[in-house]
């Protein structure tokens, strides 16, 4: 009989969680802060995963940290490699109680020859309902914590073998060569709406900003929100990272429809907010994004219209071509349609980079994550119905 291990893992813990995790199993406060800073090496920069391949730290006291902690990540439950090289993995957290099964969400991994983007999911579901968008539809379960935030790091690093020693896999892409890490760019881009968990989102950036650590630039990484407007100003002022707003609408009656969070935050209120981003500038400009969607905000007028509501703004427009899902209610506008948009913004002096689609074949693009979760266990109970319909031979 399997017996759940309830043990936390300091693996995604912060700097003060590790401190009290220190004084819990009995180390003197004249010691916390420097036994905080080994155990921060080896958990981020290091990426250990027991406690015995700590060398500089005594062996009485790793036993008691394995006593009552583990280093666990995140379970992988599956990964799917895109033609592309683009990754997707569907992650089982680690339960919290005896009738917890563990939350899952997926995360998404772009490479390029020049960097590896990990698009990470901030809560399980979401509330925003947005009606081009996959994830809306799987309704909303909670936050996710700062670790398993973090998490989702860790496990993509040591998939990719970014940590020290680690091993690349050699089925797809992986960035490599001298000062390249496979993990150089991290996006708020996956299941959930980032500024709805900002406490958990900033710890998390603390976390993977530390430059003893997992050492990430603020400025390689990117919270994308529907435009909760109270929060921007504190993601510029507390998290220092890159901003992206999920625009899609030049109007609201429009924006109404596909992001349903215009209606208690309209676009004069956004475009407000984003004029008052602290930092933003040219050197560090919004980023908008646009998803193209046929006949409903592709004409030439919208491409006008984005131009004007933007005007005076230090911005980067993302036109992203709208990736189908099955049951979803819009199709993606035709190519033609879409460099017409493209080049009436581009002419008007906004950069308007049409987002190449990465891992549709295994529902990875922008908009397609979604937990199969439901669907998965559905399949293996039919199976172990059957199997015991069938009986042994």
């Not at 080896?42 to 391949?53: C, K, L, Q, T």
């Not at 730290?57 to 683009?86: F, H, M, N, W």
């Not at 935050?265 to 602290?278: F, N, S, T, V």
């Not at 998965?376 to 172990?384: D, F, Q, S």
């Amino acid at each position: 009989m399997n017996v759940l291990n309830l043990q936390p893992s300091l693996a995604g813990a912060t700097r003060a969680e590790l401190s009290l995790a220190l004084a819990e199993v009995g180390v003197p406060a004249r010691e916390i802060r420097m036994r905080t800073g080994q155990l921060w090496h080896w958990i981020y920069h290091r990426g250990v995963s027991e406690f015995s391949a700590m060398r500089n730290i005594a062996r009485p006291l790793l036993d008691k940290l394995a006593e009552r902690y583990t280093l666990a990540r995140p379970e992988i439950v599956a990964e799917q490699v895109s033609a592309d090289g683009t990754r997707k993995w569907l992650l089982r957290m680690p339960p919290k109680g005896p009738l917890d099964k563990g939350a899952e969400i997926e995360c998404v991994y772009i490479p390029e020859s020049d960097r590896g983007t990990l698009c990470v999911s901030s809560q399980v579901g979401c509330t925003l309902n947005c009606t081009f968008c996959h994830t809306g539809t799987q309704g909303w379960a909670r936050n996710l914590t700062t670790a398993e935030i973090v998490g989702q790091v860790m496990v993509a690093r040591d998939r990719l073998g970014d940590f020290p020693g680690g091993v690349a896999p050699t089925d797809g892409l992986v960035p490599s060569g001298e000062g390249v890490r496979a993990v150089s760019n991290i996006v708020f881009m996956g299941q959930g709406e980032p500024l709805y968990n900002f406490e958990g989102v900033r710890e998390a950036i603390g976390v993977l900003t530390d430059g003893e650590g997992l050492s990430l630039s603020k400025r390689r990484i990117t919270v994308s929100t529907s435009g909760v407007v109270p929060e921007m100003a504190r993601l510029g002022d507390e998290c220092g990272t890159m901003l992206a707003v999920s625009l899609h609408a030049t109007h609201d009656p429009l924006r109404d429809k596909l992001v349903p969070l215009n209606r208690k935050y309209p676009i004069a209120q956004l475009m407000q907010a984003c004029r008052d981003y602290p930092g933003a500038s040219n050197a560090r400009r919004i980023t908008f994004e646009y998803v193209m969607l046929k006949g409903i905000n592709d004409s030439p007028a919208e491409a006008r219209a984005l131009v004007k509501l933007l005007k005076g703004l230090p911005a980067k427009i993302n036109l992203i071509p709208f990736n189908p899902w099955p049951g979803s209610p819009y199709e993606c506008s035709d190519w033609e349609t879409i460099e017409r948009f493209s080049e009436i913004v581009f002419n008007a002096g906004y950069a308007s980079p049409v987002r190449t689609p990465r891992g549709r074949d295994i529902l990875a693009a922008c908009g397609q994550l979604k937990s199969d979760t439901q669907r998965v266990r559905a399949r293996a109970r039919l199976l172990l119905e059957e199997s015991h319909a069938v009986g042994p031979e």
